[in-house]
C-alpha cells in the first residue's frame, strides 16, 4: 500500500512537533511537509535538537505541500482553520484540525466563546467533531475532522458511561480538571516561566474557560438533553498530563462495583481506554507519552456521589495522538497503528 | 519578660522540624527539649543539616523536658498523643497536638474514622479545637488544644463567610483539594519517591479522608445545622502547599463583587487571610514559607455556582505556624508573633 | 523467524521494568518470563499499572522460564549474578547482566570497590563487557554479557575519540556527572524521597563511586596505558538522564571544529550517537526516552581545555536499551531494532 | 536610631523583589522607593502578588527617591550602573550595585567580557568590590560597592582557604557549577520555559561565561599570582540555589582532615560559612532562602585531587542576602541584621 502523504501546518508548536514525533513512528505515513510562520526556513531540528538524525526538513509555508498531501494537520490558534480547511478541500487532501475551529457545531457558541465568527458555513457542514470513542462513525467520510481538545477528551470519556447509563443527573456536573504545562504552549508567558509554574498551583479561567461548550456539546448530545458542567481548569507542574476528577449525584441506587462494571462494559472493546481496577486512581505518571485515558471510579456514599478520575496524556490522546487515531479512521488502517506504545513506569 | 519555655515531641516529622524553624526566630520561646523516636541520642542537626549552627540539641525523650515545659507540641501519629496531654496537664504545661487527636468533639466519629477510642473523655473535656480566626476565643484558658489539620484550615477559611452570609446551599459542598508531598510525612512510601511522585498527579482517599469529619464538624457548627461535603484530596508534585478549590451552590442573588465584599469584610481584622481582588487566583507560591491563607472568589453564574480558591502553606498555616499563632493566642502574646514572615516570590 | 525468547530476572525494579516496557515492542522478542524476589505472586501490572493491557505476566522465580528462554536479562544488586549466569550458561541462554558482576576484568578491582569476590572466574572467563560502539565484535559469541553501567556509558562515549585521537593528556580527566534519581532504582531512601530530592543538589560519593574502576578500565584500554580519572557523580531533581561534563588537557594545538571533526567522524556510522553542531549543548532534554547519547565539544583556549559534555537517557543507553542493543548485536538482529524512538521534544 | 532609607532600582527582577522580601524584615531599614522600568506606575504587589499585606508601593523612577535615600541598591543589566552611582554620590546616598558593573578592576577585561566601556573611571576607583568574608574591610568608607557574582561568591568563599594554606596548585583549576533557573531572571526565555527546563539539564557557555574574570580576579589577589580557571556553568531544574564542584591538584602531603581543619579554622568566625563534617556533601536544599554557604570537603587520593563542594542560595547569599550583609558592614551595623534567618529543611 502507498503510504499516506502527510503535513503538519504549525509544526514547531508543542502539538505539532508531538505529531511530527509519532508520524516519524506511523508505519502508513511519509511526512511530506512542515510549516511554520516564526521559524520558516529553518530546519525542524534546529528548534527541536531532539530531532537530530529523525527529521531535518525546512520549514515552509502550507500552500508549498498541500498540493502534495493526503492529509493535513493543523495546530493553529483559533480563527486561522477555515481558509486552510478550504485549500486542502479544493486539493483533494483530508483537514484535520487541532485546533478550536471545527469544534463547535453552533456557531453563535464559537462567537460567543471565541469572540471570532465562522465565515463559511460550508466548510462548517462538511466538517466532523470526533472523539473516536464516541463518534468514529462519523469520520469515515467527512473532509474536515474537528480534533477534539484536551480537556474535553479527559471528561467526555470520563462522563459518557455514566450518563448512557441514566444513573446521574445531568443537570449541573461538576469538574476540577488539573493540566501540565505543554497545554499552555510554547509561547512565553509570565506564568509559564520556570521559577514561576515550579513549586506553584492555581486554578484559572474559573467557570469561563473555552472548553466549556465543547464539553457541553459533547455531553449533551449523549444525554438528549441540555447538561451543564462547572468547569474550572489548574495549572499542574509537570511537563504533560491532564487529571479530570469530575463530581456527579446519583440518581440510581447503584454500587461502586455496578458503576465499574458499566464502565468496562462500555469500553471492554476500546484499546485506549483502561478503566482501573478497585483500588487504583488514574494518575498521569501511567498514561503519559501514550494515547491512553485511564479512568478510576469512585463513590462518596455519605452525600450519593459519584467521583470519576479521567487521565489522559495532553499531548497524545488530548492531541497528536488523537489526531492520528482519527486519521486512522479516516483512512480505514487500524485505530491504533502508530499508537501502540506501552506507557513508561517513570 | 520570661521566655515560654517550649519542648516539641516527634521533632523530626516535618511538622516538628518546621515547628522548630519557626519557634527558633520566635523572640519569646526558648526551646528547652525535643524528642524523637527514631533518632533518640542523636542531634537535630545531624538529622536536619539545615539547622547547622541553628540547634544541635540532642534528640531524647518527652519525659525528660515536660517538666520544664511551659508548652508542649506534639507532631505524632494518631492514638499516641492521649497520655502527652495528661503528662503535660499534671506537670501544668499547655499541651498543643498538631495530630488529630483532639480535633473531633464526637468520640463516635474519631472512632469510626481512626478506628481507635478516645480513653480519657476529660482530657478532651479540656480541650478545645482551634482555627485562630474561627475559634480563638476559645482557647485562652484551655491547657489542650487541638491544632487543625492542614485540608481543614483551607476549607475552613476558605467557606465560612459564605455560610455566615447564608448566600450557600449547605447541605452539599464539593471540595476538591491538592497538597504537596510533605504533607505524607517525612515516612518513605512507594508514591513518594521521587521517580513516582514527580511528573505524577492524582487523587487518594476519594470520599473517604480522615479530614472529612473535621471539616463537617467545623462547618456544621457554623451553620448552625449538618453541612456535608465530598472531599477529594490529591497529591500535588511541589513540596509545599494546599489548593481548595470548593464549588457551592448560590442560594441568593448576589454577585460576584458582593462576595468579594462579604470575604474582605470578614476578613478585615485578620493578618493571616488574604482575600485576593478580581482577576487574581489563590497560588500556592504565593503564600510557601508563611502562615498566609490567600483566599480568591470566582463564580460561574450559567451554573449559579461560587467557586472558592483557598491557598496555603501545609506545613505553615496548614501546621507549625497556626500551632505557633495558637500559642500566641494562649500566652497572650500578638498572635503574629514569630510569623512576621514575607512570603518569597519564588 | 522465530522470536527470541526472553526472560527478566528482577523485573520489578527500575531497569528491569524500562527493559520490559522496551522489550513488549520489540518485534523478534518473545518475553517469557519474569521474576521478582518482592513481588513474587503478583501480576506485574499491579506494581506497574502502566503495564495495564500491556502485559499482566505474574512474577515468578528465574528458576520457572530459564529453561525456555533464548536470553536472560538481571537486573540486580551485585553479588547475585553469578549463579544466575551459571544457569543460563547451562540451559544455554544467552545471559546479559545489566548489574556489574560482569563489568570489571580485575578480581581484584571487583573485590577492592565491590567488597565481595568473584566466585567462579570461568564465568568471567566467558563473559565480555560491552558499550557496542566500542566492543561490538567482542559479543558475537559469548554467552555472558557485563551490560555498562550508565555514568561509564555516557563517559566512555564522550572521551573515547579524544583518546584515540592523541589529543589529550590521559594522565588524569576530570569528570563531573549528574544522573536523575530513576538511577538511585526504585528502593527507598530518604535522599530520594520527593520532599528531599527536590529542589535540592549534591554531589555524592565524591572520589570513590562504584563505576570509577569501570570508567578507568574502559579508557585505559582504549588508550593503551593507565588512564586515571576523578569523577564525582551528582544527584539531579529529574527522573531521568544522565549528563557528563568532562575536563582535559589538550596535548595538541586542534581547534574546537578538528576536535569535533574528529568526533563526527568517529561515530560517522553509529545510529545511536548525536555529536552535536557548534553552538547547541547535550542536554537530557533531548536524549529521554530514547538510546541516543548527545554529545557537544567546547573549548576553553585560555586554559588549553578540551570540555565534553555527553548525555543519555540512563535508563535506557545507561541500562535497558544497551541491553536490548546487546542482545540485538549477539542474536545478529539489527542493532537498532526495537530502539527506533524518535525522543519526545519535552 | 533612626533606620536607614533604601531604595531598590530595578525592583522588579528576581534579584530586586528578594531583596525587598529581606529589607520589609530588617529591623534598622525602611524601604522608600522601588523604580521600574517596565512596570512603572503599578503597585509592586499587582507584579508580586506574595507582596500583599506587605508591600504596595508604587513603581517610580530612580530620581524619584534617590535624594531621601542612604542607600540606593540597583539590580540592572550591565552598562546601566555608571549614571546611577553618579547621581548617588551627589546625592550623598551609598550605591550598592548589585550588577555586573563595579565587579571588575581592570577596565580592559571588562571591556573584553562584557562589550562596553567603563566611562567615568572616577567611579570605579571609589568603588570596592566585596565579598564580606574575604575582603570586608574594604567598604567601611566607600560610597560605590560592587556586590559580587552568584557563582564567583560560591566559588571564592570554597576555595580561598585552600590557596591561602598554599595547598594546591593554583595554575588551573576545574570548577563546574549548577544554578537554578531564577539565576537567569526574570525575562522570559525558551530556555527557561517550563516545559523546557523542567526535566532537563545542560551546560551553557563553556568556558565563556562571563563570571569568569570576577572569579579570576578575586582568587589571583588571594594567591598573589594569576590563577586560571575553568569555569562551567550548568541550568539546573530547581528555583533556587547554586552548587560549585571545585577540582584541584593537591601540592601539598595534606590528609581530608588536614583541609578540613584549615577550612574549620578560615571560617571559624563567620555566621555565614558552614564547612560541613566529614561524611556530609554541601546541598542547595540546606541553604535554600538562608545566607549561608555551605562547604564540604573530599579527596580523591588516588589522582591527588582536592574537591570541593560549595552551595548557597543565588539569590540571597548569591545576591540580595550578600547585598545586605554588605550595607550592614558599610552602615556599622552587625553584619547579620536582617539575614538571621534559618534555612527550611524543604
Same mark, same amino acid.
Given at each position: ?114 469572540? +471570532?465568527? /465562522? *465565515? !463559511?458555513?460550508?466548510?462548517? $457542514? ?5 472523539? =473516536? ?5 462519523? @469520520? ?120 465499574? +462494571?458499566? /464502565? *468496562? !462494559?462500555?469500553?471492554?472493546? $476500546? ?5 482501573? =481496577? ?5 494518575? @498521569? ?62
Amino acid at each position: 500500500m502507498n503510504k499516506i502523504k502527510a503535513g503538519i501546518v504549525g509544526a514547531t508548536g508543542y502539538a505539532g512537533v508531538e505529531l511530527l514525533r509519532l508520524l516519524i513512528s506511523h508505519p502508513n505515513v511519509d511526512v511530506v511537509g512542515l510549516s511554520s510562520v516564526s521559524f520558516e526556513g529553518q530546519s525542524i531540528d534546529q528548534v527541536y535538537p531532539n530531532l537530530h538524525s529523525w527529521c531535518s526538513d525546512v520549514l515552509t509555508s502550507p500552500e508549498e505541500f498541500i498540493p502534495q498531501c493526503d492529509v493535513v494537520f493543523a495546530s493553529l490558534p483559533h480563527g486561522l482553520s477555515e481558509p486552510l480547511a478550504k485549500q486542502c478541500l479544493e486539493a483533494g487532501a483530508v483537514f484535520i484540525d487541532l485546533g478550536a475551529d471545527f469544534r463547535l457545531n453552533d456557531k453563535e457558541e464559537y462567537a460567543y466563546w471565541y469572540k +471570532k465568527e /465562522y *465565515t !463559511d458555513m460550508t466548510l462548517h $457542514e462538511k466538517s466532523a467533531y470526533c472523539i =473516536p470513542e464516541l463518534h468514529r462513525d462519523r @469520520i469515515k467520510d467527512v473532509p474536515i475532522i474537528g480534533n477534539p481538545g484536551c480537556y474535553p477528551t479527559s471528561i467526555a470519556l470520563g462522563i459518557t458511561p455514566a450518563i448512557k447509563a441514566g444513573i446521574i443527573d445531568t443537570t449541573h456536573i461538576i469538574i476540577d480538571s488539573k493540566s501540565g504545562v505543554t497545554g499552555a504552549g510554547r509561547g512565553l508567558k509570565q506564568n509559564t516561566h520556570y521559577p514561576e509554574a515550579n513549586e506553584a498551583f492555581s486554578a484559572y479561567a474559573a467557570g469561563n474557560h473555552r472548553h466549556t461548550p465543547e464539553i457541553e456539546q459533547t455531553l449533551s448530545e449523549i444525554a438528549g438533553s441540555k447538561v451543564s458542567v462547572t468547569f474550572v481548569p489548574h495549572l499542574l507542574p509537570v511537563n504533560r498530563g491532564i487529571e479530570s476528577t469530575i463530581y456527579t449525584k446519583l440518581t440510581s441506587d447503584v454500587s461502586v462495583a455496578d458503576v465499574r +462494571k458499566i /464502565y *468496562t !462494559d462500555a469500553y471492554e472493546n $476500546e484499546r485506549f481506554v483502561r478503566v482501573l =481496577p478497585d483500588g487504583e486512581y488514574a494518575n @498521569i505518571r501511567n498514561v503519559k507519552f501514550s494515547n491512553f485515558c485511564d479512568i478510576s471510579i469512585h463513590m462518596d456514599s455519605r452525600t450519593n456521589t459519584l467521583i470519576i478520575s479521567s487521565a489522559i496524556d495532553n499531548m497524545v490522546k488530548g492531541a497528536a495522538g488523537q489526531a492520528i487515531q482519527n486519521m486512522n479512521i479516516r483512512f480505514a488502517l487500524g485505530e491504533d497503528i502508530g499508537l501502540i506504545i506501552p506507557p513508561p513506569a517513570f
